[in-house]
């Protein structure tokens, strides 16, 4: 019951977001000239975003990076929730294409190129990082995203919910890795992986101090050596998948059994 309250009180804090999105998104028959559009204002949002944060965007700094007055813009979109709701549907695009009928099939390649790719989404956008936090509405884009990645193990044999679950563990992995590479992209480090970021870091501190740390001392020296470094998001991945492809097989051995 909660839960439905919960709900209704989301859409309806944010039917401006559910009409943007799922609407159409046609330009009004009134107001300024055609130069101004939803699409312009959306990506100037999120330009203004890549380069300064979410924090940055203000419909005033949208305005004024348009040479048009705030209340132009609220003829289109009606506050910065909404837009920021357009930012991200905008920003994560169509989700990565289905693999050719024919090739390297099953359900783990296809989920891993889904991970991937929202890597890279989450990349080449950081602040989508915290606007796809907390109970909102998503548009057709991001829920296309879930559709793809659920499509992917449509064929195993979990069930609705351990599909659900395991997208949410599969995102919630690249989400944290993403999320330390654009804490740590920041001056100098930009170049760098966020794996060299923080060894160097770490073999700062540790001068002096490895008979306190040997452990952290032992593993950062074998890293370095076997040049292992800079696999995280590879190696969860793929411990995440190892983890789903036993369970799966579990399942499958215990309906075989319990069919004869």
């Known amino acids: 019951m909660a839960g439905n309250e919960e709900k209704r009180s989301v859409f309806g804090a944010q039917a401006g977001s559910v009409e943007l999105l799922w609407g159409g998104r046609e330009r009004p028959s009134r107001g300024p000239k055609p130069a101004l559009s939803l699409e312009r204002i959306t990506r100037t949002a999120m330009a203004i975003a890549d380069i300064g944060g979410l924090g940055a965007v203000s419909m005033q700094r949208v305005a004024g990076e348009l040479d048009f007055t705030k209340m132009s813009l609220y003829r289109y979109v009606p506050g910065k929730m909404e837009l920021v709701a357009l930012m991200i549907d905008t920003a994560m695009g169509e989700p990565p294409a289905p693999a050719p009928a024919g090739g390297d099939g099953g359900w783990r390649p296809a989920l891993r190129e889904w991970a991937e790719q929202l890597a890279a989404a989450f990349r080449r956008h950081p602040w989508l990082l915290n606007a796809t936090i907390g109970p909102r509405v998503m548009g057709p884009n991001e829920l296309g995203w879930t559709e793809r990645a659920l499509s992917a193990l449509a064929d195993t044999n979990l069930n609705g919910g351990e599909q659900l679950d395991a997208v949410v563990v599969v995102a919630g992995h690249v989400r944290a890795i993403t999320q330390v590479s654009a804490s740590l992209g920041l001056g100098s480090a930009q170049a760098k992986e966020p794996e060299q970021v923080m060894s160097a870091a770490l073999n700062e501190l540790l001068v002096g ?39 799966i097989a579990r399942r499958a051995e215990a309906e075989a059994e319990r069919r004869r």
């Open 209 to 247: 101090r490895s008979d306190r740390f040997p452990a952290l001392t032992a593993a950062l020296a074998s890293a370095e050596e076997t040049d292992s470094r800079d696999q995280s998001l590879e190696f969860g991945l793929e411990r995440i998948l190892d983890g789903l492809e036993a369970h």
